[in-house]
């Protein structure tokens, strides 16, 4: 699957406006086998369905591969083979993900690398592509906080979730694990939201808009939205 084919979302100064207005998201990881999707396989995806006023609802499944876990991966995320030996396939556990997503509007870090595994079992599926627009807490992240490239000695990791988390005081409790990182990941995109209103081209009306609806609402008058 190529790249392009991933509908991403670059439009960061509209992000605050598309979170308060509603808009449910579904921030997910995989877990795999290893780097290439045309190799390697998934072992877990995790999910969490969220809007502005909190979580909705998650999701968590273990898949056994057809492929032995290697060892490397066993020590990062602590998926053993004996823990998916009774796990459904990836073509028993993809479709509850896409009941779970539904048209949500996708969050991942590093996203081309999870839609990439996702899609690459949906063709083996004979299954059409992702078409959810996809939020990508990577490149967001590096233009929400460009100093942290110039953060210490080394600012290559400064952008890894788990990097991210520390420094915002998110508690990870069970990292390189698809259901933990999902719940990080929404966190993150949080914080983002949080810390950029101020470079929100469109927020600061809809919040009078939506303050006025309320108003109007909480006053008996007539609704005119």
Request: net charge neutral; charged share 25%.
């Amino acid at each position: 699957m190529q790249q392009n084919k991933i509908a991403l979302f670059r439009n960061y100064r509209h992000l605050a406006n598309l979170f308060y207005s509603g808009t449910v998201f579904v921030a997910f990881d995989t877990e795999t086998t290893g780097l290439k999707k045309e190799t390697d396989f998934l072992t877990e995806i995790g999910a969490v369905k969220f809007t502005a006023d909190g979580v909705v609802s998650t999701f968590d499944c273990l898949i056994k591969p057809p492929v032995e876990i290697p060892p490397r991966l066993v020590e990062l995320t602590h998926i053993t083979p004996e823990m998916v030996k009774d796990c459904p396939p990836a073509a028993n556990a993809i479709p509850p993900f896409l009941n779970f997503i539904g048209k949500s509007v996708l969050i991942a870090h590093n996203a081309p690398f999870d839609m990439g595994f996702i899609n690459a079992e949906l063709e083996r599926m004979s299954f059409p592509c992702l078409k959810n627009q996809v939020i990508d807490t990577l490149p967001l992240s590096r233009w929400a906080y460009p100093d942290f490239a110039n953060d210490g000695q080394n600012g290559k990791g400064k952008y890894k979730l788990q990097a991210l988390a520390e420094r915002f005081c998110i508690e990870v409790r069970s990292a390189h694990r698809a259901d933990d990182d999902a719940r990080v990941c929404m966190e993150v995109f949080k914080r983002i939201i949080k810390d950029t209103l101020d470079r929100q081209k469109d927020y600061k009306a809809q919040e009078g808009l939506n303050l006025f609806k309320a108003l109007v609402t909480e006053t008996g008058q007539q609704e005119l939205f």
